[in-house]
Antibody, heavy 118, light 111 residues
């Protein structure tokens, strides 16, 4: 079955970077892209961007364009999201989500809590 | 860019029907597909409706979606409400560059 398993929670200081991984299984990695969505405490869902599993093309939200890099390791079926120059308002749960398939199913990771605090 | 505007909260009794709206601030609601996600505390989002009115496998037919061009809005309707339907619901669409846009979310209380 399709699974997306994310890396564990992180605590970072302001100005640092964080790299969250999303280990996928149960499907052909290059056939689907991965989106990254975050939710800050008490806030709504916020889309950060998308990366193709096929050719590593990316589409970033304008808000994160200068601070985020999404990559993949197709040999290990892993997607990565790196966010730089962290601020306290980057404290959030970060989710990866696989593109929807033809029956309409999408799959999400369990979420990774990133806490930014001095 | 446009916004998707949702009511902050709705509440209804078990067994009843509730409708959550999602109004697009500019541009046509019909220009890009709308999806609806359920988000419960401590859980990952799950899709309840995609492409305006399609249900993923496993989502009961109590959930339905539609759009209304006259009000430039999408709607999620849940009939036969159950306590397990409680949670936050988010609409989502795309801009012209295929970037996702989320609504602010609607808290559904089933009481």
């Amino acid at each position: 079955q399709v699974q997306l398993v994310q890396s564990g929670g992180e605590v970072k200081k302001p100005g640092a970077s964080v790299k969250v991984s999303c280990k996928t299984s149960g499907y052909t990695f290059i056939s689907y892209g991965i989106s990254w969505v975050r939710q800050a405490p008490g806030q709504g869902l916020e889309w950060m961007g998308w990366i193709s599993g096929y050719d590593d093309s990316t589409n970033y939200a304008q808000k994160f364009q200068d601070r985020v890099t999404m990559t993949t390791d197709t040999s290990r079926s892993i997607g990565y999201m790196e966010l730089r120059s962290l601020r306290s308002d980057d404290t959030a749960v970060y989710y990866c989500a696989r593109d929807r398939d033809m029956p309409g199913n999408d799959f999400w990771g369990q979420g990774t809590l990133v806490t930014v605090s001095s | 860019n446009f916004m998707l505007i949702q009511p902050h909260s709705v509440s209804e009794s078990p067994g009843k029907t509730v409708t959550i709206s999602c109004t697009r601030s500019s541009g046509s609601i019909a220009s890009n597909y709308v999806q609806w996600y359920q988000k419960r505390p401590g859980s990952s989002p799950t899709t309840v409706i995609y492409e305006e009115s399609q249900r993923p496998s496993g989502v009961p037919d109590r959930f339905s979606g539609s759009i209304d061009s006259s009000s430039n809005s999408a709607s999620l309707t849940i009939s036969g409400l159950k306590t397990e339907d409680e949670g936050d619901y988010y609409c989502q669409s795309y801009d012209s560059s295929r970037r996702w846009v989320f609504g602010g979310g609607t808290k559904l209380t089933v009481l």
